[in-house]
């Protein structure tokens, strides 16, 4: 994927990229710090619909989101000949009872069965994380089990 | 009653109107620029009010805000993006300076005003408000849009502009000989250059002299350096100003971002007793009858720097719309255009209708730039569908 930097002088910098459909999309990375997401309209690619500022957390997370999908969309191809097998992604949320516990906390594999394969974090993968690995609000958990495994595996890591 | 009280007190109350004008300039979403040039009307000569006391204190504060609004102008940018910078927009910008300064120049011999007065009312004229145009992109929603590198490389060429033109203006004003002013300008083109080598080379040795970790010292440094470059820029005839702008150059990086964040409510309150200064030496009275010119100066510079904004678009490949927004966000004047003729009259080379006349342009153009900013776009486009529709009539 081509993805345009332009320097914007006295402010910051604009990183984008033409979709398929005809839209542009990205982010402006502001000199503060602060991340605009932005979606050029339909009629007219050189101007925005819509510049969504994000916070860091925010960015990260939807960095996760679609990271996540990318991730769990290879991993159930891959899965697809295994039949009951399904992956799924689950989030941290900022009132889990596992945030900034080590993910051994949890036993998922003990208790329902399901591999936690990979935690996406501020827009990178961890691949296979151990049970010490310590989960954050905003975490991206991609998961592996069976459809019971996964529904009994987002009980546990919503209400502990 | 005592100087001292009076003094403090006329302060106290012109600062605290300011603050409310600044409310109601945000309140309506505008810049409180023209504001605080009204509030310096009606406090000056011949204003409702006449304050006396602050007038020592009000023109050394306008002095250290035109020092601090240069110097956080520097700050802005790094060296790499005013080469870079300068590299992509020469085009539009020699159109830009060619376009917008020969208004106000032209306008100048008209009413007799001389050499001094064209150099002087093509300076205020040429220069849009990078400020304004910063904040009305921001505020509308358009950093993300492909036309505004377009008019921030435009910016960032007038910026650099600046740094030579306003040496030039302080030599002319102070009716230095040709030969002088010769040498006025090689030293300030040299000073230019050397500082813009060692900024892209050496910039963290500056940064680190000024830097450091407790806020107060960073302050008091940082403060004191850019007085110390201007006070030593002013003896040699280059403008205060320029050594402000220039040593916001070489300052880069964290220590530029920290300086930024540390000076900036110094520089509004500064800036706004500048503008007020400004304000208070101009007589309402000397408004009115050149309102006119105002007006068609206004009209005249709005469409030029409209053409120029249209045709940088153009050549970076924007389509129309993009085009016509990127002209608008050009039209504002404000801060340097009060510099330039704030400047020019503190010399008392220039008859005193030349500041009538452009505080009446700035007020002017400070609120007609972000109108047409934001309405540009729709009066644009109805007026370019009737002419697609037309073939079918």
Redesign the interface.
Known sequence: MNVDE???????R?K?FMTASGR?I?V?E???GQT?L?V?TWD?????Q??IPLTSDEAATLGNLLGGTHLAMKLAEEHKDVPGIVTRQFSIAADSPFQNQPMGKACIRTRCGVSIVAIMREGEVLPSPGPDVVLHPGDLLVAVGTQEGLDSAAHILRHG | MDPLAQTLIELGAVVFCLGLLARLAGRIGMSPIPFYLLGGLAFGAGGIIKLEGMHEFAHLSGEIGVILLLLMLGLEYTAAELFTGLRRSWQAGVLDLVLNFLPGAVLAVLLGWGGVGAMVMGGVTYISSSGIAAKVITDLGRLGNRETPVVLSILVFEDLAMAVYLPILTATLAGVSFLGGLTTVAIALAVVSVVLMVALRHGHHVSKAVHSENSEVFLLNVLGAALLVAGAASAMQVSAAVGAFMLGIAISGATAHNATRILEPLRDLFAAIFFVAFGLNTDPASIPPVLGWALVLAAATAGTKMITGIWAAKQAGIARPGRFRAGAALVARGEFSIVIAGLAVASGAVPHDLAALATAYVLLMAVMGPLAARYVEPLAKSLIRPRAVAPQL
């Open positions: 332009t320097n914007l002088p006295g402010l910051g604009r984008d542009r990205g402006v502001l000199r503060e605009e932005i050029s007219d690619p050189d101007t925005c819509a510049s």
